[in-house]
């Protein structure tokens, strides 16, 4: 067995190839508010960029959150304060409201795993109230729709990522929904070595996926911000128009239906998530794990992706004074569900999973 990270390429240039009659958003979007980045962290520099923000300003993000958001703001000398997630993954607008001050000048509200935020309507009235921009940080939530609305219209600058709901070598977009924004000047060009390696990566990938052999260890990333903004890949621009989204979106429902149906409501690993509403097109299937380093070692083992979510706290951020967040770090397990993953798979995976994790509850 071998389930990468992404779904492998092949798997969206193989039978399932057409060119599609009408794009998601945001790609359905007027140009002039959409500019097409390699990377999520580039489109978020972007945005942080389009602000005109600077030392004196601060930002709201919240607690549980991947370290590499704060990067575009910290490099501006911005000042970073946190607001508290519950244990559920949603963002406490009450937390939020006694964070903010004067110096607030934009917050960043964050769609976990694909779930859009129940309370993303709420956000947005403080954020005109108060005159806060209101940044979306949609890189998990390419394809979800709350209400039959595309996650990503409520916010001010919206960021998307195509790379990891599709596992096309790279892509993300920032979408401007505010009149008056514009795009940063910032220097913008392809960053070719990176985007040659991840082509290769996801090629290899999916050779390793047919034979069922892996994985190797090597994937370029990104261990710093360029002093550019890496463009997308001609590449992904090709096949952006040439993929069933509709088909991507089934397959991860699908798959995380499966996930449901094997993993119980209680016990060693369980799911963060009890039901899978209507709309929502998962990243991954997020499940709480009591030893998740075990869970992750042992998927791993057996050839699949498995990955802790950003395992600790962001610097600055107090356990104590985020506990729900903290809580989160400790314990959700990120598992596949993306569109090269079959049912067979998980059904061994889930087995694995219960049986390992039963006999080192037992154990212990």
Same mark, same amino acid.
């Given at each position: 067995?071998?389930?990468?990270?992404?779904?492998?390429?092949?798997?969206?240039?193989?039978?399932?190839?057409?060119?599609?009659?009408?794009?998601?958003?945001?790609?359905?979007?007027?140009?002039?508010?959409?500019?097409?980045?390699?990377?999520?962290?580039?489109?978020?520099?972007?945005?942080?960029?389009?602000?005109?923000?600077?030392?004196?300003?601060?930002?709201? =993000?919240?607690?549980?959150?991947?370290?590499?958001?704060?990067?575009?703001?910290?490099?501006?000398?911005?000042?970073?304060?946190?607001?508290?997630?519950?244990?559920?993954?949603?963002?406490?607008?009450?937390?939020?409201?006694?964070?903010?001050?004067?110096?607030?000048?934009?917050?960043? =509200?964050?769609?976990?795993?694909?779930?859009?935020?129940?309370?993303?309507?709420?956000?947005?009235?403080?954020?005109?109230?108060?005159?806060?921009?209101?940044?979306?940080?949609?890189?998990?939530?390419? =394809?979800?729709?709350?209400?039959?609305?595309?996650?990503?219209?409520?916010?001010?600058?919206?960021?998307?990522?195509?790379?990891?709901?599709?596992?096309?070598?790279?892509?993300?977009?920032?979408?401007?929904?505010?009149?008056?924004?514009?795009?940063?000047?910032?220097?913008?060009?392809?960053?070719?070595?990176?985007?040659?390696?991840?082509?290769?990566?996801?090629?290899?990938?999916?050779?390793?996926?047919?034979?069922?052999?892996?994985?190797?260890?090597?994937?370029?990333?990104?261990?710093?911000?360029?002093?550019?903004?890496?463009?997308?890949?001609?590449?992904?621009?090709?096949?952006?128009?040439?993929?069933?989204?509709?088909?991507?979106?089934?397959?991860?429902?699908?798959?995380?239906?499966?996930?449901?149906?094997?993993?119980?409501?209680?016990?060693?690993?369980?799911?963060?998530?009890?039901?899978?509403?209507?709309?929502?097109?998962? =990243?991954?299937?997020?499940?709480?794990?009591?030893?998740?380093?075990?869970?992750?070692?042992?998927?791993?083992?057996?050839?699949?992706?498995?990955?802790?979510?950003?395992?600790?706290?962001?610097?600055?951020?107090?356990?104590?004074?985020?506990?729900?967040?903290?809580?989160?770090?400790?314990?959700?397990?990120?598992?596949?569900?993306?569109?090269?993953?079959?049912?067979?798979?998980?059904?061994?995976?889930?087995?694995?999973?219960?049986?390992?994790?039963?006999?080192?509850?037992?154990?212990?």
């Amino acid at each position: 067995m071998y389930i990468p990270r992404y779904c492998p390429i092949d798997r969206l240039v193989s039978d399932r190839v057409r060119r599609t009659r009408s794009m998601p958003y945001p790609l359905d979007e007027c140009p002039s508010k959409l500019r097409f980045y390699s990377h999520a962290r580039y489109a978020l520099d972007g945005a942080v960029a389009a602000l005109e923000l600077g030392p004196g300003d601060t930002v709201l =993000l919240p607690a549980f959150v991947c370290p590499v958001v704060a990067t575009p703001f910290r490099a501006r000398n911005i000042t970073v304060r946190f607001f508290e997630v519950s244990s559920r993954g949603t963002a406490l607008i009450e937390d939020a409201i006694r964070k903010a001050d004067a110096s607030t000048k934009a917050l960043v =509200l964050v769609d976990y795993f694909g779930f859009p935020q129940p309370s993303q309507e709420e956000f947005g009235q403080f954020c005109t109230e108060r005159g806060i921009w209101l940044i979306r940080n949609c890189a998990h939530a390419f =394809l979800s729709t709350l209400d039959n609305t595309p996650v990503g219209v409520v916010g001010d600058l919206v960021v998307f990522s195509f790379r990891k709901t599709l596992g096309v070598p790279d892509g993300a977009a920032l979408v401007l929904n505010r009149p008056g924004l514009t795009l940063s000047s910032h220097a913008y060009r392809y960053d070719v070595c990176w985007q040659l390696g991840g082509t290769t990566a996801r090629l290899v990938q999916a050779v390793q996926s047919r034979l069922g052999v892996g994985p190797i260890k090597w994937e370029p990333r990104l261990s710093s911000f360029r002093p550019f903004h890496s463009a997308m890949s001609p590449l992904t621009r090709a096949l952006l128009p040439r993929i069933d989204f509709q088909w991507v979106a089934d397959q991860r429902r699908a798959n995380f239906a499966a996930w449901l149906g094997l993993l119980g409501s209680s016990g060693p690993c369980r799911p963060l998530h009890g039901s899978l509403p209507e709309g929502v097109v998962p =990243l991954v299937f997020p499940a709480v794990v009591d030893d998740p380093d075990l869970a992750v070692t042992v998927l791993r083992r057996a050839g699949s992706y498995a990955a802790r979510m950003w395992r600790s706290l962001p610097d600055s951020a107090s356990r104590v004074e985020f506990p729900e967040a903290a809580w989160l770090a400790d314990r959700v397990v990120a598992l596949p569900v993306h569109q090269g993953v079959s049912p067979r798979q998980i059904d061994a995976l889930a087995s694995l999973l219960r049986d390992r994790l039963g006999r080192s509850d037992r154990d212990g």
